[in-house]
């Protein structure tokens, strides 16, 4: 079975800074393209940031410059650092993979997703 499981969230200060960690098994997400979602309350869950099977990744406007994107394929992990963290940053934050085709920053683009971890910006 394919598992992602999230682990960083937390509660912070605007500006402050958070790394979120997604560890893989099941499936290897070498040369697979892997992304990070984030849904609020009420809202629908949005495209963060996300690497194609080149390397090259790509964000959401409202967080480039603030978020990297990072992956080991050694430790079959996915990383968000996200630093100067904003109230609106406040979301459940998914980890993704097993892209079957469409937008790279389209939730519906991605076959595998972990449960989730919050993040409380005040």
């Known amino acids: 079975d394919v598992q992602l499981v999230e682990s960083g969230g937390g509660s912070v200060q605007a500006g402050g800074s958070l790394r979120l960690s997604c560890v893989a098994s099941?499936?290897?997400?070498?040369?697979?393209?892997v992304g990070w979602f984030r849904q609020a309350p009420g809202k629908e869950r949005e495209g963060v940031a996300s690497?194609?099977?080149?390397?090259?990744?790509y964000y959401t406007h409202s967080v480039k410059g603030r978020f990297t994107i990072s992956q080991d394929n050694n430790k079959n992990t996915i990383y968000l650092q996200m630093n100067d963290l904003k109230p609106e940053d406040t979301a459940t934050y998914y980890c993704?993979?097993?892209?079957?085709?469409?937008?790279?920053?389209?939730?519906?683009?991605?076959?595998?997703w972990g449960q989730g971890t919050q993040v409380t910006v005040s």
């Open positions: 993704a993979t097993g892209y079957v085709g469409g937008a790279l920053l389209g939730p519906q683009s991605y076959r595998y």
């Open positions: 099941g499936y290897s997400i070498r040369n697979y393209c």
């Open positions: 690497i194609d099977r080149d390397g090259t990744a």
